[in-house]
């Protein structure tokens, strides 16, 4: 009897974990790639520093993920098949020494992300994994109990048949890595739903006064408490050419994508209540905007901020200051674009999966990684997703009747 033959079409981090978990379990496995080369976009994103996962109680961690119709019970299984404490097991097990940093944030000793490629492609190599770069999918189709699927490469359109195929094909974010999700077009042409991908972790555009933001480009806003709609952030943020970039915004991202207007509100002094800054303003009766700014000690770019607000405006009082400094409202126009962002939210409905990360109307066929409809917040999050899916599917697709 013939092994079962799994092809895994991306060689990410939700791909390459795919492919570990199927070749363990016994099976033949090809791996394809559109690129020269495995793990791009990871490459890209440990440059700095590869923040692997994050080591905080698993409780708080399943809560930092959302997606349209997230179906919460199934994605917290999956990720406590493959948790934080897996993750770097594995790596300790490919010889990669791991440390937490005061943030919670865990990373690779060594830092970057190429030592661990190098290792972890070398370990799927002597597993006689087999690697196919260079192959871009144009089409699939089941076929009986196999799958079809055709490639465009550098030797001309291939048509190759597998026993199951596991797409990870990624999102729609540094689009020069490989990740340019242009598969929607072709799983929608096969009437596989999916929402459209958008921006994750990401600044928002924000029409700003000329005069404005030549004074205050590049300045930070510090110790800071942001809203969107229910949803409240503590951090810092920056101002930019374009609007606004840092923590806080990138985390509020969902809550800003549901609202009618995207907006924040802004409270400048968290540590004080509307009163106790109305009290420090007490003895003061005119120049109301410069005594706020030595009252309240505030940086240049909340000043600014707040002369901003007020530059059109006559008759206002300290208590409107104070107001306005605890709550400043900033209309937001739009995410920035996808290819220049962290990551995309949006993917395959959840709807079109079952347990297994299986396409329900195309058997044999699984979706893992930022193909499936979630977002997390960077700190370690985001690779968590995409290795707990990876293995996930790899276990399924490999699995003695499935």
């Not at 943030?103 to 006689?128: N, Q, T, Y």
């Not at 490469?153 to 974010?173: C, E, N, R």
């Not at 770019?301 to 107001?323: F, I, N, W």
């Not at 900033?330 to 995410?335: C, E, N």
């Amino acid at each position: 009897m013939s092994k079962r033959h799994i092809a895994i079409i991306g060689a990410g981090p939700a791909g390459l974990k795919a492919a570990e978990v199927a070749v363990g379990n016994g099976c033949t496995v090809s791996l394809f790639d559109a690129m020269p080369s495995s793990g791009r976009k990871f490459l890209v994103a440990g440059k700095s520093g590869l923040n692997i996962t994050h080591d905080e109680p698993w409780e708080h961690f399943l809560t930092k993920y959302s997606g349209h119709e997230l179906p919460t019970n199934q994605w917290n299984e999956i990720l406590n098949q493959f948790d934080n404490t897996a993750l770097c097991k594995w790596a300790a097990e490919l010889g990669i020494e791991t440390f937490t940093a005061s943030s919670g944030k865990v990373f690779p000793k060594e830092m970057k992300a190429a030592p661990l490629l190098r290792r972890w492609i070398e370990k799927m190599r002597r597993l006689d994994v087999q690697f196919f770069y260079r192959h871009q999918v144009i089409d699939f189709r089941a076929n009986g109990n196999t799958v079809e699927v055709t490639f465009s490469s550098p030797a001309g359109d291939d048509v190759k048949s597998f026993d199951k195929v596991i797409f990870a094909l990624g999102g729609g974010s540094w689009r020069k890595t490989g990740s340019t999700g242009e598969w929607v077009a072709l799983f929608e042409k096969l009437d596989i739903a999916v929402n459209p991908l958008t921006s994750a972790n990401c600044g928002w555009e924000v029409d700003w006064d000329d005069t404005f933001i030549k004074e205050t480009e590049g300045k930070p806003l510090k110790n800071l408490i942001v809203r969107a709609g229910a949803q409240s952030r503590i951090g810092e943020l920056v101002i930019t050419r374009y609007g606004l970039e840092g923590g806080p915004i990138y985390r509020l991202g969902p809550a800003i994508r549901s609202l009618t207007s995207p907006k924040v509100s802004i409270d400048f002094k968290p540590s004080h209540s509307e009163e106790q800054l109305i009290a420090k303003m007490e003895s003061a009766k005119r120049n109301l905007l410069h005594e706020a700014k030595l009252r309240w000690k505030l940086n240049p770019a909340t000043y600014a901020l707040l002369q901003m607000h007020y530059k059109e405006q006559e008759g206002y009082s300290v208590k409107d200051l104070a107001r306005t400094i605890k709550s400043y409202s900033i209309d937001l126009k739009k995410p920035r674009p996808i290819d220049e962002v962290i990551s995309s939210a949006g993917g395959v409905k959840w709807s079109e999966l079952d347990e297994n990360l299986m396409v329900k109307n195309f058997p044999n066929i699984y979706c893992v990684g930022e193909m499936l409809d979630w977002e997390a917040p960077t700190g370690g999050y985001l690779l968590q997703a995409c290795f707990a899916t990876g293995s996930h599917a790899g276990k399924a697709a490999s699995s003695i009747g499935n």
